[in-house]
C-alpha cells in the first residue's frame, strides 16, 4: 500500500507449543502468550464481560508491546508461545482469544494466528470464527489426509468449511521408493 509493505502480527495461540518462537529465535519470559492472557484476565471475566474499564488503556498497551520485532524481517511482530502446565491452560478462558484479536486488529495489517490442529480447542474454536480465512498444511500421510477429510464435515457443522484452505506441505514425487525393510510401496496415483 503506497509502497510500504503491510504491517504483519503472528500469533502463537497453542499454548501447549513453543514453534513459533523457536523459528524466529524469539524467547521472552516477559512478553509471551502466557502473560497476554494472564494479563486479559485483570480485566475479562470468564463470562467475557469486562469488569474494570479503567484498566483497559492499560492491558491493550500491554499486549501491543507484547509483540516482539523479528529482526530479520522489519515490519513482522510476533507473540511467542510459552510453556504452560494442564491446570495453568485451565485458567485461560476461550473469550481472552476474542479480546487479543479485537484489541490488536487495527495494529497491524495483517494478523496471522497459529492455533492447536484440535478444532474444539480453546485456543481453535473462537479464532476459526473470527478468521477471514483458515489454512490448514496437509502433508502427504494417510492419517494427515484421513483426519483432514473427517475435519471437513465438522468445519462444515461448525459453518466455517468455506473459508478453509489447504496447503500441501511438501513436493509430490510420483516415484517406486520401498519402505525401512525394502519392499517395494507403491507409487500413490493423484488425482485432481
Do not use: W
Request: net charge negative; proline share 2%.
Amino acid at each position: 500500500k503506497e509502497g510500504k509493505r503491510p504491517t504483519v502480527g503472528l500469533i502463537e495461540a497453542d499454548l501447549q507449543n513453543l514453534s513459533l518462537g523457536t523459528l524466529l529465535q524469539i524467547e521472552d519470559n516477559d512478553k509471551n502468550i502466557k502473560t497476554v492472557m494472564d494479563k486479559i484476565g485483570e480485566v475479562v471475566s470468564s463470562t467475557g464481560e469486562i469488569f474494570d474499564d479503567s484498566k483497559i488503556e492499560e492491558v491493550n498497551e500491554f499486549i501491543k508491546n507484547s509483540f516482539v520485532p523479528y529482526y530479520k524481517i522489519k515490519n513482522l511482530k510476533a507473540l511467542v508461545g510459552s510453556q504452560l502446565t494442564f491446570e495453568e491452560i485451565e485458567k485461560i478462558n476461550s473469550i481472552y482469544y476474542t479480546y487479543l484479536i479485537d484489541s490488536m486488529i487495527n495494529e497491524f495489517d495483517v494478523l496471522i494466528v497459529d492455533t492447536n490442529s484440535a478444532l474444539t480447542h480453546i485456543t481453535t474454536y473462537p479464532l476459526l470464527h473470527m478468521a477471514k480465512c483458515c489454512y490448514y498444511i496437509i502433508n502427504l500421510d494417510f492419517n494427515n489426509v484421513r483426519n483432514n477429510l473427517r475435519y471437513k464435515d465438522t468445519l462444515n457443522e461448525m459453518g466455517i468449511q468455506n473459508k478453509v484452505k489447504y496447503i500441501l506441505n511438501e513436493d509430490i514425487k510420483n516415484e517406486e521408493s520401498s519402505d525401512y525393510t525394502g519392499t517395494s510401496i507403491e507409487p500413490l496415483i493423484f488425482t485432481a
